[in-house]
């Protein structure tokens, strides 16, 4: 990871070599989104804590840092093990560059917060997938109490927090929202009285987010059900180890490359419930999955047999998770038929299409709604990963295509991916990192 990090802001292409069935076993990494939540929530800890299976992965990088930047004292036992000490801690101002970089630097807001009743936050950055308010967020915090959450107070693109003190609320979220949940959980644990949030979302990485903070000392209930409770605590003792979850949408990326190629792979270290709404589509489109007890073997059972097409919404947790979308189009792709994608989270997370389409997609868009045409043949191009998921869903489509595909931007895949050239390369892909062509040399966004 040392090298992709510090290569950060540098621009480089996957070459793909594609036409290969992927075989093999694969292991799943921690959950890119719960280990930026539960990075987040312990600076809020009053002793020190050990995280483990942290994924090596640019994101949580860059969160370590931006906890660093506020004094916290952070050190690498092993790749994926680190302990946090943020007794350290001495401001609550986080506004550089880095805060840009990752969308969930804005957990920042709720915990530093709770933690001492003061955060002042630079608005966050994020994939270009439709506007992405972060209303809900601030309306919890005004609830509990928090002074400068109103929109005409955000100062040059600065939201300044104060609560003296913070208190507990009834929060009801007008829309299901994952970051806000997390949030307003976070401020919650050490505000005085009992929060309430309605209309929670239920993301498996809310409920590890949780589970760490109940660990440190929370008092959180109802965490993965649409009604959290939460009793406020002075203190966070801390001094525990908790591991990270596996990453759902890392495993269901790995689940589609292994179907769109023809593959037979074991996909091992991940929840196969956190699964279910994949698992089931590629079932009904005539997919084999064979769940373990923390693995799913993905093949067919004669490549001959025909792939049927289907239709696919996706929604909060438990429904289908946006993040598979892009995937989940290239999938897809492979049917014999008309099947629809209908986004019901983004605004706008049909990006990635016309790149698809340089490699023999045949799929229309009207609004929130893509038909995809199959059975269609890839075949490489050179396309850009428009943002990370889109990122994921061409090294797929890549994967299956006859010859070779040039994925521009692919410091974007690496944000979520943890050393995703050597996992394809253990199961029989032919992917390497090369330079690219300087007119691809846009900054990096985040989802
Ligand atoms: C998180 C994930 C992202 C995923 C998304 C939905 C992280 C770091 N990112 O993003 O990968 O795609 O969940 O599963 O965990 N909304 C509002 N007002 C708000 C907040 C959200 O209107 O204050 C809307 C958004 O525009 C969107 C919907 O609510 O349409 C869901 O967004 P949300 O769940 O908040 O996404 P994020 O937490 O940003």
Not at 65 to 89: K, M, N, Q, V
Request: with cysteine; hydrophobic share 40%; charged share 20%.
């Amino acid at each position: 990871m040392e090298d992709i990090f510090n290569g950060a802001g540098k621009n480089y292409a996957y070459e793909i070599k594609g036409g290969v069935s992927l075989k093999g076993d694969i292991d799943i990494s921690g959950s890119k989104n719960a280990a930026l939540g539960v990075i987040a929530a312990s600076i809020m800890v009053d002793g020190v804590c050990t995280l483990e299976n942290v994924p090596d992965i640019v994101d949580v990088h860059v969160m370590f840092d931006l906890c660093r930047s506020l004094g916290a004292t952070i050190d690498a036992i092993d790749e994926h093990t680190y302990r946090i000490d943020p007794t350290t801690i001495n401001t609550y101002k986080a506004s550089g560059p880095l805060v840009s970089r990752i969308r969930a630097s804005y957990y920042l807001m709720g915990a530093l917060l709770g933690r001492g009743g003061k955060a002042s936050i630079r608005l966050p950055g994020g994939c270009n997938f439709g506007t992405r308010p972060i209303d809900l967020h601030l309306k919890a915090f005004q609830l509990m109490g928090a002074k400068g959450a109103t929109p005409a107070e955000i100062n040059s693109g600065i939201v300044n927090l104060e609560a003296n003190p913070l208190h507990g609320a009834r929060i009801y979220l007008d829309i299901v929202s994952v970051g806000a949940t997390i949030n307003a959980m976070l401020a919650a644990c050490k505000a005085q009285g009992q929060t309430e949030i309605i209309n929670a979302a239920k993301e498996p990485h809310i409920v590890d987010v949780a589970n760490f903070l109940n660990s440190m000392g929370a008092r959180i209930k109802g965490a993965g059900t649409d009604t959290i409770k939460i009793t406020g605590v002075p203190v966070l003792p801390g001094n525990f180890t908790y591991s990270i979850i596996p990453d759902q949408i890392e495993a269901g990326t790995y689940m589609i490359a292994a179907a769109v190629t023809n593959g037979d792979v074991t996909i091992h270290n991940l929840i196969p419930t956190h699964m279910e709404p994949l698992s089931d589509k590629m079932r009904e489109m005539g997919y084999q999955i064979e769940e373990g007890d923390e693995s799913i073997r993905v093949y067919r059972a004669n490549c001959e047999d025909t792939i049927y097409p289907t239709s696919v919404k996706t929604s909060p947790y438990p429904g289908f998770p946006t993040d598979l979308q892009p995937q989940t189009v290239v999938l897809l792709c492979s049917a014999d038929g008309q099947s629809r994608m209908h986004e019901n989270v983004w605004q706008n997370r049909f990006q990635y299409v016309p790149e698809l389409a340089k490699m023999g997609a045949n799929i229309n868009v009207y609004e929130r709604i893509a038909w995809i045409n199959g059975k269609s043949s890839f075949r490489g191009a050179i396309v850009e990963a428009t943002d990370l998921r889109a990122g994921a869903a061409l090294v797929c489509a890549a994967l299956e295509a006859e010859g070779t595909t040039y994925i521009m931007n692919a410091q974007r895949i690496d944000r979520g991916y943890e050393h995703i050239v050597r996992k394809l390369t253990a199961l029989g892909a032919t992917i390497t990192r090369v330079n690219h062509a300087p007119e691809y040399n846009e900054e990096d966004t985040e989802a």
